[in-house]
């Protein structure tokens, strides 16, 4: 448990009756020493909540959101606060309209010696409205300022002697800080405009007399964290965004301005606060001059401290806080120099036994007093009680103005301590006493150089491999006057020893089988923490930080994708080391680098079949044989051997490898069947043998498919009265399928010439393994080429695989039949048939529509000038087919003239068309 120094005793937290005891000491001499008096504010029926207050020349105003009429009907009541804890009446009523009104803020006006209050008023749409006052508790009537949008919550304002701005939170889809000028007369100035969008919240904003800076908390910027930015006195914009504090755990930023000085002296002072795992939420603030940001630690007290607030008294700052150290909930305070150095110890400002919430401060500079304000739970409504307080008087005593390191700091620096003095005359060194480690050192000490106004102690080397609270207190020190120290002052930092501890948890092995998809490191540091920004990783000499895509940390664990990361191979020997440093200061002594090896054992050289594929068919009795072999490595070519059908060859014989193919060629003929591949061993230049074994069969098939069955003829004789389709049905050894494109079926007069061929969309193709010509067309084309009553005809089929690799043609089949045809004469018996052809448009130019009846069926076709087939399709009945002047190839042809021509078993009809381009 961390410990916090008070008075020279150690509090280390708890509850006990002695603890309880030392509160109450504490609360009498901080009421005695700080002038401390509580103030109750308001404690009207039902609740009163999120108080806001500012500070006049001669009074504090406070306002808040009321509940006396109902959570459903929220007004703004306001209070006037005198330096000496009068009020200026019981609390008055700032907007009681119809509806509700919420989400108060309040600010002074110098010029006109008047406060604007400002609230969200839902009486009408939702709008902002405002209202005046002054520390006689007078109230304008209420005015519209403008529209706003809803969810408003948050809300902070501060003016100048030309302008106000009002800032705020709105969550719609997220978090979004926006802001709205308006001038002190209560118009609004333009539109409201957007601090920052898309995850930020708290904002908070301060006038330092020359200039307005509006801070606010971002969850979701790249660099997360707290943000500022500048408004002239005008309230227009001056500058861009810049960061206050780069850490994803600061929130609740709180903001006053350093004021009363020349523009060049003015700033601003910024309190936060920071989760840490140890203590839970500390209080942190940043004093910002001319650009130069530095920092010191409020509080780091066991338990949360939480909703701080900031004021400016000329001398120095006064910070508050909620502080949960205590059960219930408490109010805290503490007083720091211009330096950020405390003055005094951190003290509760209310003994109430209840819970205590959101505290707000003002100072009023004309009284040098401040009031702090919060929401109070010591009755079963929420009240608003105050505290005023006194600042310390400045004395002749010296004061410490500076240390370093800085209080609560985490430092690695094996340096001397350093206190810097400030007094208005000068110091006695004769009377200084410095204790540490439960000795005490003056300037007679060799551990102690006195120069000027400053004082350097080293009490010899740091603990060098731990991590140690150092607690140095200056106990007694006076001017040339005689006049001592106001009190024993403490400070205490740490001192870390020891560099962040790094340790790969995945994989678990340094030597493996294959590439791992991540690699998974612990790191830890036991002082400080992890400054992630100085993680840095090398892999095989490619460098990596967190902004890369692969690398993940979540604080804790590194975590690195390697395929991300672009590393889809590694070779045998990796190397991954990292680098990091802690955030102590002077974090280059406790910077920490850690180097791992992998040994990756090669599975070698990976083979994968190219041609044949495993399983398939080829017509080629000397195959080719061709292997993908693979290894980042190389191959070691001279270590091939191959097994094919029993044979070996290796490198020398049939063989030939250009990275990555192996080729195999054979000088024989394989015989027809099943072919066997085996790549029995292949080793990488590093001698690692193949990965993984490589074994598959093919088949050769030399032999052409086999007609088993045809429908027509069955015997050698066909008639008139003959039916059906004429069907060829084939088998074949090896093949599934016939290769259609390159099958067809021929009639020719026997001893004479050929009659018709047909093939392509001539052919019907029931099955995979049949082809044939539909029974219309078949004897009609027999009917009409017959010249005698019985006629000899001669049918020739050719037929043909497809095996999956042909060299250059699959195995064919040609074989004939020769049948009589048995007809009644020459087309004397026959029916005539309604066969019709038309077409429009004629010229047509994007396509032609074709209007057909083919009762039997038949095929349009089309051709060219020359006579040649361009176009064809088969039909049936009545329809229409659609020529879209492209060929059967689907490339466009060209303008000219064109016959399109319906050929049925009744008859052949040819008309010409003409197309246009």
Same mark, same amino acid.
């Given at each position: 448990?961390?410990?916090?120094?008070?008075?020279?005793?150690?509090?280390?937290?708890?509850?006990?009756?002695?603890?309880?005891?030392?509160?109450?000491?504490?609360?009498?001499?901080?009421?005695?020493?700080?002038?401390?008096?509580?103030?109750?504010?308001?404690?009207?029926?039902?609740?009163?909540?999120?108080?806001?207050?500012?500070?006049?020349?001669?009074?504090?105003?406070?306002?808040?959101?009321?509940?006396?009429?109902?959570?459903?009907?929220?007004?703004?009541?306001?209070?006037?606060?005198?330096?000496?804890?009068?009020?200026?009446?019981?609390?008055?009523?700032?907007?009681? =309209?119809?509806?509700?009104?919420?989400?108060?803020?309040?600010?002074?006006?110098?010029?006109?010696?008047?406060?604007?209050?400002?609230?969200?008023?839902?009486? =009408?749409?939702?709008?902002?409205?405002?209202?005046?006052?002054?520390?006689?508790?007078?109230?304008?009537?209420?005015?519209?300022?403008?529209?706003? $949008?809803?969810?408003?919550?948050?809300?902070?304002?501060?003016?100048?002697?030309?302008?106000?701005?009002?800032?705020?939170?709105?969550?719609? =889809?997220? !978090?979004?800080?926006?802001?709205?000028?308006?001038?002190?007369?209560?118009?609004?100035?333009?539109?409201?405009?957007?601090?920052?969008?898309?995850?930020?919240?708290?904002?908070?904003?301060?006038?330092?007399?020359?200039?307005?800076?509006?801070?606010?908390?971002?969850?979701?910027?790249?660099?997360?964290?707290?943000?500022?930015?500048?408004?002239?006195?005008?309230?227009?914009?001056?500058?861009?965004?810049?960061?206050?504090?780069?850490?994803?755990?600061? /929130?609740?930023?709180?903001?006053?301005?350093?004021?009363?000085?020349?523009?060049?002296?003015?700033?601003?002072?910024?309190?936060?606060?920071?989760?840490?795992?140890?203590?839970?939420?500390?209080?942190?603030?940043?004093?910002?001059?001319?650009?130069?940001?530095?920092?010191?630690?409020?509080?780091?007290?066991?338990?949360?401290?939480?909703?701080?607030?900031?004021?400016?008294?000329?001398?120095?700052?006064?910070?508050?806080?909620?502080?949960?150290?205590?059960?219930?909930?408490?109010?805290?305070?503490?007083?720091?120099?211009?330096?950020?150095?405390?003055?005094?110890?951190?003290?509760?400002?209310?003994?109430?036994?209840?819970?205590?919430?959101?505290?707000?401060?003002?100072?009023?500079?004309?009284? /040098?007093?401040?009031?702090?304000? !919060?929401?109070?739970?010591?009755?079963?409504?929420?009240?608003?009680?105050?505290?005023?307080?006194?600042?310390?008087?400045?004395?002749?005593?010296?004061?410490?103005?500076?240390?370093?390191?800085?209080?609560?700091?985490?430092?690695?620096?094996?340096?001397?301590?350093?206190?810097?003095?400030?007094?208005?005359?000068?110091?006695?060194?004769?009377?200084?006493?410095?204790?540490?480690?439960?000795?005490?050192?003056?300037?007679?000490?060799?551990?102690?150089?006195?120069?000027?106004?400053?004082?350097?102690?080293?009490?010899?080397?740091?603990?060098?491999?731990?991590?140690?609270?150092?607690?140095?207190?200056?106990?007694?020190? $006076?001017?040339?006057?005689?006049?001592?120290?106001?009190?024993?002052?403490? !400070?205490?930092?740490?001192?870390?020893?020891? /560099?962040?501890?790094?340790?790969?948890?995945?994989?678990?092995?340094?030597?493996?089988?294959?590439?791992?998809?991540?690699?998974?490191?612990?790191?830890?540091?036991?002082?400080?923490?992890?400054?992630?920004?100085?993680?840095?990783?090398?892999?095989?000499?490619?460098?990596?930080?967190?902004?890369?895509?692969?690398?993940? !940390?979540?604080?804790?664990?590194?975590?690195?994708?390697?395929?991300?990361?672009?590393?889809?191979?590694?070779?045998?020997?990796?190397?991954?080391?990292?680098?990091?440093?802690?955030?102590?200061?002077?974090?280059?002594?406790?910077?920490?680098?850690?180097?791992?090896?992998?040994?990756?054992?090669?599975?070698?050289?990976?083979?994968?079949?190219?041609?044949? =594929?495993?399983?398939?068919?080829?017509?080629?009795?000397?195959?080719?044989?061709?292997?993908?072999?693979?290894?980042?490595?190389?191959?070691?070519?001279?270590?091939?051997?191959?097994?094919?059908?029993? $044979?070996?060859?290796?490198?020398?014989?049939?063989?030939?490898?250009?990275?990555?193919?192996?080729?195999?060629?054979?000088?024989?003929?394989?015989?027809?069947?099943?072919?066997?591949?085996?790549?029995?061993?292949?080793?990488?230049?590093?001698?690692?043998?193949?990965?993984?074994?490589?074994?598959?069969?093919?088949?050769?098939?030399?032999?052409?498919?086999?007609?088993?069955?045809?429908?027509?003829?069955?015997?050698?004789?066909?008639?008139?009265?003959?039916?059906?389709?004429?069907?060829?049905?084939?088998?074949?050894?090896?093949?599934?399928?016939?290769?259609?494109?390159?099958?067809?079926?021929?009639?020719?007069?026997?001893?004479?010439?050929?009659?018709?061929?047909?093939?392509?969309?001539?052919?019907?193709?029931?099955?995979?393994?049949?082809?044939?010509?539909?029974?219309?067309?078949?004897?009609?084309?027999?009917?009409?080429?017959?010249?005698?009553?019985?006629?000899?005809?001669?049918?020739?089929?050719?037929?043909?695989?497809?095996?999956?690799?042909?060299?250059?043609?699959?195995?064919?089949?040609? $074989?004939?039949?020769?049948?009589?045809?048995?007809?009644?004469?020459?087309?004397?018996?026959?029916?005539?048939?309604?066969?019709?052809?038309?077409?429009?448009?004629?010229?047509?130019?994007?396509?032609?529509?074709?209007?057909?009846?083919?009762?039997?069926?038949?095929?349009?076709?089309?051709?060219?000038?020359?006579?040649?087939?361009?176009?064809?399709?088969?039909?049936?009945?009545?329809?229409?087919?659609?020529?879209?002047?492209?060929?059967?190839?689907?490339?466009?042809?060209?303008?000219?003239?064109?016959?399109?021509?319906?050929?049925?078993?009744?008859?052949?009809?040819?008309?010409?068309?003409?197309?246009?381009?």
């Amino acid at each position: 448990m961390k410990q916090v120094i008070i008075l020279g005793s150690k509090y280390t937290g708890g509850i006990g009756i002695r603890n309880i005891f030392m509160v109450i000491l504490l609360l009498i001499y901080f009421a005695v020493v700080y002038g401390q008096s509580e103030v109750a504010i308001s404690t009207a029926a039902g609740d009163q909540l999120a108080p806001k207050i500012s500070a006049g020349e001669n009074c504090f105003f406070i306002i808040w959101q009321d509940h006396r009429s109902g959570a459903s009907n929220q007004n703004v009541f306001g209070q006037v606060v005198f330096p000496d804890g009068s009020t200026g009446s019981s609390g008055y009523p700032v907007c009681i =309209a119809p509806g509700n009104q919420n989400s108060p803020a309040i600010a002074y006006c110098e010029a006109d010696n008047q406060f604007l209050a400002v609230w969200f008023d839902q009486s =009408a749409t939702d709008q902002m409205a405002g209202n005046f006052t002054d520390c006689d508790g007078i109230v304008d009537t209420n005015f519209v300022i403008g529209t706003i $949008t809803s969810n408003v919550s948050s809300p902070e304002m501060a003016c100048s002697e030309e302008a106000c701005i009002f800032v705020w939170t709105v969550r719609s =889809a997220y !978090w979004e800080t926006r802001y709205a000028h308006i001038g002190t007369d209560g118009i609004m100035l333009g539109d409201y405009d957007t601090l920052s969008d898309a995850g930020s919240k708290n904002p908070d904003i301060a006038f330092n007399g020359h200039k307005f800076l509006a801070v606010w908390k971002d969850s979701t910027a790249t660099e997360q964290g707290i943000f500022g930015r500048y408004f002239n006195s005008d309230a227009t914009p001056d500058g861009d965004v810049f960061t206050i504090v780069s850490d994803v755990q600061a /929130s609740e930023p709180a903001v006053c301005g350093i004021s009363h000085h020349s523009p060049d002296s003015a700033g601003f002072a910024v309190a936060y606060q920071k989760y840490n795992s140890s203590t839970g939420s500390d209080i942190y603030a940043k004093i910002i001059f001319d650009g130069e940001i530095s920092g010191f630690t409020v509080t780091s007290a066991d338990m949360n401290q939480s909703s701080p607030d900031i004021g400016f008294h000329g001398d120095g700052f006064f910070v508050v806080w909620q502080d949960a150290r205590e059960t219930p909930n408490a109010i805290y305070g503490a007083f720091f120099g211009l330096s950020g150095l405390p003055i005094g110890e951190e003290f509760p400002l209310s003994d109430a036994g209840s819970s205590q919430q959101a505290p707000k401060t003002e100072f009023v500079y004309q009284d /040098s007093t401040y009031l702090t304000v !919060w929401t109070d739970f010591r009755t079963a409504n929420q009240d608003i009680y105050g505290a005023i307080i006194t600042p310390p008087e400045p004395t002749d005593a010296p004061t410490v103005s500076s240390v370093y390191p800085s209080p609560a700091a985490i430092s690695a620096c094996d340096t001397p301590m350093v206190i810097t003095f400030s007094s208005p005359s000068d110091i006695d060194w004769s009377t200084l006493a410095i204790s540490f480690d439960g000795a005490i050192y003056d300037t007679s000490s060799p551990e102690i150089t006195a120069e000027d106004i400053t004082v350097t102690f080293y009490p010899g080397t740091y603990p060098a491999e731990s991590v140690d609270t150092i607690v140095v207190c200056v106990d007694d020190i $006076t001017n040339i006057d005689g006049v001592h120290i106001d009190s024993t002052y403490c !400070w205490s930092w740490i001192w870390d020893g020891l /560099s962040p501890e790094i340790s790969m948890t995945s994989p678990v092995e340094d030597t493996l089988y294959e590439i791992p998809s991540t690699i998974v490191f612990a790191i830890s540091d036991y002082g400080a923490g992890i400054d992630s920004s100085s993680i840095h990783i090398n892999i095989n000499a490619s460098s990596f930080t967190l902004t890369d895509l692969g690398v993940y !940390w979540d604080g804790y664990t590194l975590t690195l994708n390697m395929s991300e990361l672009g590393f889809m191979s590694l070779p045998e020997t990796n190397i991954v080391s990292i680098e990091v440093n802690d955030l102590a200061e002077c974090s280059n002594y406790s910077e920490s680098e850690d180097t791992f090896y992998y040994i990756i054992i090669g599975e070698g050289p990976v083979a994968s079949v190219e041609t044949p =594929a495993p399983g398939s068919i080829t017509a080629c009795p000397n195959q080719q044989i061709i292997i993908q072999i693979t290894d980042e490595e190389g191959v070691d070519e001279t270590t091939i051997t191959l097994l094919v059908n029993g $044979t070996l060859f290796d490198s020398l014989e049939n063989i030939s490898f250009i990275p990555p193919q192996l080729v195999f060629t054979p000088d024989f003929d394989y015989p027809e069947g099943e072919v066997s591949v085996e790549l029995l061993e292949v080793q990488d230049v590093e001698g690692n043998p193949l990965s993984s074994p490589l074994s598959y069969n093919f088949i050769v098939d030399l032999t052409p498919p086999e007609i088993v069955d045809a429908t027509f003829p069955d015997s050698i004789e066909l008639d008139t009265t003959s039916t059906g389709d004429f069907i060829i049905t084939a088998e074949d050894n090896y093949c599934s399928a016939l290769d259609f494109s390159r099958c067809y079926i021929r009639l020719s007069h026997y001893g004479g010439g050929l009659i018709v061929q047909w093939e392509d969309e001539d052919l019907i193709i029931p099955d995979s393994m049949q082809i044939g010509v539909e029974e219309s067309l078949f004897f009609w084309t027999i009917d009409s080429a017959h010249t005698t009553t019985d006629d000899t005809f001669q049918i020739c089929v050719r037929i043909a695989d497809a095996p999956d690799y042909v060299c250059p043609l699959p195995n064919i089949l040609d $074989t004939c039949w020769i049948f009589i045809y048995h007809g009644s004469g020459i087309q004397d018996y026959k029916v005539p048939r309604n066969v019709k052809l038309t077409f429009s448009p004629n010229p047509f130019n994007k396509s032609l529509e074709i209007v057909y009846s083919a009762p039997d069926g038949g095929k349009i076709e089309i051709l060219d000038i020359g006579g040649h087939i361009v176009r064809r399709s088969r039909v049936r009945g009545d329809g229409v087919f659609i020529w879209d002047t492209c060929d059967d190839e689907g490339l466009p042809m060209p303008s000219g003239t064109y016959t399109i021509q319906l050929k049925t078993p009744d008859g052949t009809i040819s008309k010409s068309a003409t197309l246009v381009k």
